[in-house]
């Protein structure tokens, strides 16, 4: 399966070691699609050297390649999106939040000097 779209969240990597002793790191991320009614996905990379590889950050244009996993805990289910493989739109370079990114180019109405008489009814 996939799906495209721009990551909006890159969330901290989580690791830990397992019952038999081996490191594992995680790292997730959030994508939200460019439909008309967007739809946002958080899916996961497993393993250090991947998540190094993606190096996925804020703002990438992505389509994410990935297999949907659900498993069972205490009587409770669980589903995770792992991703397989990720490719960059050849469009697309990472934004960065500044706030000149926000701010409209407004220019300021021209008034009269105030000792000027204006010739408004009001």
């Known amino acids: ?3 495209s779209g721009k990551i909006i969240v890159v969330l901290p990597e989580q690791g830990g070691t397992s019952k038999s002793g081996n490191e ?3 790292q997730e ?3 939200e699609t460019q439909e008309q009614y967007p739809k946002k996905v958080c899916f996961q990379l497993f393993g250090a050297d991947k998540i190094a590889q993606a190096a996925i950050q804020t ?3 992505l389509t994410v390649h990935f297999d949907i996993d659900s498993r ?3 009587g409770r289910w669980f589903t995770n ?3 397989w ?3 960059r739109s050849s469009a697309a370079t990472p934004v960065t939040d500044t706030p000149e990114r926000y701010a409209p180019a407004v220019s300021a109405p021209d008034f009269p000097p105030p000792n000027e008489k ?3 009814p009001f």
Do not use: H, S
């Open 1 to 3: 399966m996939e799906i």
């Open 24 to 26: 594992w790191k995680k």
């Open 29 to 31: 991320y959030v994508l």
């Open 59 to 61: 703002g990438e244009e």
């Open 72 to 74: 069972e805990y205490q």
């Open 81 to 83: 999106i792992n991703a």
């Open 85 to 87: 493989k990720i490719e």
């Open 118 to 120: 204006d010739d408004m």
